[in-house]
Antibody, heavy 120, light 107 residues
Framework: QVQLVQSGAELKKPGASVKVSCKASSYPFSTSRITWVRQAPGQGLEWMGWITAYNGDTSYAQNFQGRVTMTTDTSTNTAYMELRRLTSDDTAVYYC?????????????WGQGTLVTVSS | DIQMTQSPSSLSASIGDRVTITCRASQTISSYLNWYQHKAGQAPKLLIYAASNLQSGVPSRFRGSGSGADFTLTISSLQPEDFATYYCQQSYSGPYTFGQGTKLEIK
């Protein structure tokens, strides 16, 4: 079945960068779009942006413009999300998900999540 | 940005109860509305897409309805595995915002 497997937990210092990976399997990754969503402790879900795998086109939420870069490697069916200039407010679980776009758009399935902790 | 407002924020219910969660968009979004179930420590799970379409494998006790700006998720007879947090999400236009969540707890 379609599956997204993310990289493991990260501990970063303020000001550093983090790069989270998301490896897809069992579907044609190169024709798809991958989105990233995060959940800070005690908070709801926040959409960060998405990337179209075959051409690298991206759309980022305004909140993350200039600080996030999403990329893909179609040779390994892997998507990446790099977030720079981390602060404690970036402590969150980061999820990737496949974007399904037919007449409407939804996210399914989701990766298992990657906990990023920002602390000095 | 389109704001999504869910109510209630939390809800206590018993096994077998019928439960309704509402979601209101700050502007009309046609049927560009999805519902997700999220349990602690797990990946969010798609329940309903395009307002009323049940995702494959999701039990038929889950039902989505609505269009325009007002939507509902109904669980017809709560089961133990349904206790979780539920989120609506609009996919009408970016940023693809979520509601704040409704935490469903056992009474």
């Amino acid at each position: 079945q379609v599956q997204l497997v993310q990289s493991g937990a990260e501990l970063k210092k303020p000001g550093a960068s983090v790069k989270v990976s998301c490896k897809a399997s069992s579907y044609p990754f190169s024709t798809s779009r991958i989105t990233w969503v995060r959940q800070a402790p005690g908070q709801g879900l926040e959409w960060m942006g998405w990337i179209t795998a075959y051409n690298g086109d991206t759309s980022y939420a305004q909140n993350f413009q200039g600080r996030v870069t999403m990329t893909t490697d179609t040779s390994t069916n892997t998507a990446y999300m790099e977030l720079r200039r981390l602060t404690s407010d970036d402590t969150a679980v980061y999820y990737c998900a496949r974007v399904v776009s037919e007449s409407y758009t939804w996210f399914d399935p989701w990766g298992q999540g990657t906990l990023v902790t920002v602390s000095s | 940005d389109i704001q999504m407002t869910q109510s209630p924020s939390s809800l206590s219910a018993s096994i077998g109860d019928r439960v309704t969660i509402t979601c209101r968009a700050s502007q009309t979004i046609s049927s560009y509305l999805n519902w997700y179930q999220h349990k602690a420590g797990q990946a969010p799970k798609l329940l309903i897409y395009a307002a009323s379409n049940l995702q494959s494998g999701v039990p038929s006790r889950f039902r989505g309805s609505g269009s325009g700006a007002d939507f509902t998720l109904t669980i017809s007879s709560l089961q133990p595995e349904d206790f979780a947090t539920y989120y609506c999400q609009q996919s009408y236009s970016g940023p693809y915002t979520f509601g704040q969540g409704t935490k469903l707890e056992i009474k």
